[in-house]
């Protein structure tokens, strides 16, 4: 009789415990949302803030100014009463990689460089740090620093995305898993420093000229999705200022992802694009700075092992930007369009549960930082125009929209990392494919890449006032 009534009691359990089961996953899970995103509200909102945004441009012509500067951010490390406030730290994450490294010093010395263009007393800010991303706190940091003074949708953030840096800086458990424990005194560190940076830039501020080119580099650059036969977006853009005293900078934008260097090193390191800036620095070149272009489906290649590899890529690139700088016709007379609108993104839809399903968007935002307004930016600079977006775009993508704007004459530089982050953006096709890119980094259904193109589409087509 015992037996029995121990075992009814058992199967009374185990019964419980299987009804609380499939209700939690039930309740945490969700089925991916198919829906064509142009019915959906999100996009109907979007669309009119942009058509706001449009009539809000900002709209200069005449003589150009610009001004350069550069700071150092990399981290010091003190193992006794670190001063934070100077960039001390007693121990800081690298981020990039989830099973990222503790830094025990430098291998290269990290930057932030920005150039502030002002055009008939319109002035825009470009910014890029050797970071992985820009996190949004240290924007929003840098915009309470900077108000009255400057807005931040005047601010073109960017981001070199070495995996071997500063981290530590972003909240929640994605957050942590890719660079460690937020510490809000590494965000506080970086918006002083940012800040000063912007300042100095503007304080720099003299007659300039400008002029934009590209360069193809289809040997330092991949598909890592499908490998050989996919599409590659293999351009190596180049912006260029350069004042009247003879002081040149150059922003270079490359689509291959800076991850020459991996887990195994414990070093901060600009990885390939610190190679790239720290050559053209030696060809004559006063500043020298790095976008990440469409890296949302690029990886890198090259020659070498380690550190090697980082050399050869970057100055390489280097190589081949000095033979298009060479070349270069300059203009005094700038015509600028600035523009810059909000967006809003359909329901997080992250973390692969099986084809059909992913965790639920409430489970899954407990693991995500809150993300405040998200911006899309878009920048004309006589015939370059610069798309600015807060994703990893996939250079799939990128390839389509740089050959309309190049048919219609013009430049184009597409970057990522502007200040928030959306994770990878890559073509519906490869959504339920089993690799990185969609399966854990998508975060948004299979609709978000043909949605995202279709606004970065809406803000080329006002910037150059045609329809592409």
């Known amino acids: 009789m015992k037996t029995r009534r121990w075992q009814r009691r058992m199967l009374r359990v185990l019964g419980t415990l299987a009804v609380v089961l499939g209700l939690l996953f039930y309740f945490s899970t969700q089925t991916i949302e198919t829906d064509p995103y142009f019915e959906a509200p999100y996009y109907k909102n979007t669309v009119a803030k942009m058509d706001v945004a449009f009539e809000k441009k900002i709209e200069a012509n005449g003589e150009l100014l610009a001004g350069f500067a550069s700071i150092n951010i990399t981290p010091q490390f003190v193992e006794v009463s670190p001063d934070a406030s100077n960039g001390e730290f007693n121990a800081i994450k690298m981020a990039g990689f989830g099973d990222g490294q503790i830094a025990v010093g430098a291998h290269d010395s990290l930057f932030a460089k920005a150039i502030a263009v002002d055009v008939d007393g319109n002035e ?6 050797d970071m992985v991303v820009i996190p949004e706190l240290v924007v929003l940091k840098v915009e309470a620093n900077l108000k009255g003074e400057i807005s931040r949708k005047q601010i073109v953030f960017g981001a070199t995305h070495t995996h071997a840096s500063i981290g530590n800086c972003i909240p929640g458990f994605v957050g942590k898993s890719f660079g460690g424990d937020f510490e809000p005194k590494v965000v506080e560190w970086l918006g002083e420093k940012f800040t000063k940076l912007i300042l100095d830039a503007r304080k720099d501020k003299k007659h300039a000229k400008f002029s934009s080119g590209y360069i193809r580099a289809p040997n330092l650059i991949r598909n890592r999705i499908i490998g050989e036969t996919g599409r590659l977006n293999d351009k190596l ?24 260097i991996g887990p195994w090193n414990d070093t901060f390191s600009g990885d390939y694009p610190g190679y790239f800036q720290r050559s053209l620095e030696t060809k004559g070149i006063d500043l020298a700075m790095f976008f990440a272009g469409t890296v949302g489906s690029h990886s890198n290649k090259g020659e070498g092992e380690n550190f090697e590899k980082s050399r050869y890529i970057g100055e390489t690139l280097a190589d081949s930007a000095e033979v298009v700088i060479n070349k270069m016709h300059y203009d005094s007379v700038m015509t600028m369009t600035a523009i810059t609108t909000e967006i809003e993104i359909p329901k997080l839809q992250a973390f692969y549960v099986s084809d059909r399903l992913r965790l639920a968007t409430w489970a899954g935002g407990q693991l995500m930082a809150e993300m405040k307004s998200i911006y899309l930016q878009g920048v004309q600079l006589n015939d370059l125009v610069w798309i600015a977006m807060p994703y990893e775009l996939s250079g799939e993508y990128g390839i389509d929209l740089k050959n309309a704007l190049e048919v219609g004459g013009y430049n184009s530089a597409l970057t990522s990392f502007n200040g928030q982050y959306l994770g990878y953006i890559v073509p519906q096709k490869y959504y ?7 399966r854990l980094m998508g975060w948004y259904g299979p609709s978000m890449g043909d949605y995202l193109m279709e606004l970065n589409f809406r803000l080329a087509n006002e910037l150059t006032d045609s329809r592409l």
């Open 432 to 438: 339920y494919y089993d690799n990185y890119e969609p």
């Open 237 to 260: 853009n180049l912006v260029t200022f350069a004042q009247q005293n003879g002081k040149k900078a150059v922003i270079g934008i490359f689509g291959a992802h800076a991850t020459t």
């Open 124 to 129: 825009l800010i470009f910014l890029s740090a």
